[in-house]
């Protein structure tokens, strides 16, 4: 089973940006396309972002597009996604998984925007 561990969250302003990062235990990430999804307090996790495995197609949720950017390097198993202009509304626990949450959830990454 691939292991998954999400960083770079923190505590921002509004307008503010941050850069997570995804790791992932094993190879077979470069095999799999990959979503970023969110959780906010006491919602259901939602989609944010997936990438192809070549990282040469991707598809945002309205709600971030435009200002986030999903990317990926398999030569290190890693995916990140850089975040612009932050909003309050993106405070939220971000995780990273197969498009389809095909391995085990990590502990996912801490985002909170103050407005």
């Known amino acids: 089973q691939v292991q998954l561990a999400e960083s770079g969250g923190g505590l921002v302003q509004t307008g503010d940006s941050l850069r997570l990062s995804c790791a992932a235990s094993a190879r077979s990430f470069s095999s799999y396309a990959m979503s970023w999804f969110r959780q906010a307090p006491g919602k259901e996790r939602d989609f944010v972002a997936a990438i192809s495995v070549s990282g040469s197609n991707t598809h945002y949720a309205d709600s971030v597009k435009g200002r986030f950017t999903i990317s990926r390097d398999n030569a290190k198993n890693s995916m990140y996604l850089q975040m612009n202009s932050l909003k309050p509304e993106d405070t939220a626990v971000y995780y990273c998984?197969?498009?389809?949450?095909?391995?085990?959830w990590g502990k996912g990454t801490l985002v909170t925007v103050s407005s």
């Open positions: 998984n197969t498009i389809t949450s095909r391995w085990n």
